[in-house]
């Protein structure tokens, strides 16, 4: 009950494409759903979160889409950019003040130019 | 936004060594975090601290301990490393309420 699974692994999209990674969870307690973005030798750096009362949270050409109903989440990148290319790691909490986050397993994005 | 450092980007050490993995936050957060990275398991929580001198296990302590003496300073000790503890290793701040912000991580490999 304490999963985030994660799918892709890996993706290629080419440079003005959409790129989307879907996650889903189990535990219904779980209200609080950031995604992280991690470049080659840098930290995990928060990119965008979104709370259950809303189903669709837009910053930028990056939107999470939310689907309460199915337990699933899905980040999706629109007009993909080759400086897009990185790891992206979806987590669920219980609130965002709580301790612990349950970390997908990531996925590695390519953008091809 | 807070920023977080981990002393030492890549670093080291052979089995059975005592290993001390350095971070130091700079906004007096309350919590740290500790977590390992391995290709196909994602983030893996080792041991968090919600104050000074205050800890909790994580998901893997095994092999682990941890120090918090000072409020901006997190360290993960190694008590007798072994080759499969070589990962990234991640440290993370967070205050409360808000989401966690990371390090840049430390590359360990343990010979």
């Known amino acids: 009950q304490q999963q985030v699974k994660q799918s892709p692994q890996s993706l290629i999209v080419q440079k003005g494409g959409i790129s989307i990674i879907n996650c889903a969870y189990e535990n219904t307690a779980f209200d609080y759903f950031p995604w992280y973005q991690q470049f080659p030798g840098k930290g995990p750096a928060l990119l965008i979160a979104i709370r259950p009362d809303v189903s669709e949270k837009k910053e930028g050409r990056f939107t999470i889409s939310f689907n309460k109903s199915a337990k699933q989440f899905s980040l999706h990148i629109m007009d993909s950019q080759p400086g897009d290319s990185a790891t992206y790691f979806c987590?669920?909490?219980?609130?965002?003040?709580?301790?612990?986050?349950?970390f997908g397993t990531g996925t590695r994005l390519k953008v091809l130019a | 936004d807070v920023k977080v450092t981990q002393s030492s980007r890549y670093l080291v050490k052979r089995t059975g060594e005592k290993v001390f993995l350095e971070c130091v936050q700079d906004?007096?957060?309350?919590?740290m975090f500790w977590y390992r990275q391995d290709p196909g398991l994602g983030l893996r929580l080792i041991y968090f601290s919600y104050d000074v001198k205050m800890k909790e296990k994580g998901d893997i302590p095994e092999g682990y301990s941890v120090s918090r003496e000072k409020k901006e300073r997190f360290s993960l000790i190694l008590e007798s490393a072994s080759t499969n503890q070589t990962s990234m290793y991640l440290c993370a701040a967070r205050d409360s309420n808000q989401p966690q912000h990371f390090g840049d991580g430390t590359r360990l490999s343990i010979l």
């Open positions: 987590a669920a909490s219980r609130g965002a003040g709580t301790y612990k986050y349950i």
């Open positions: 906004m007096d957060h309350e919590n």
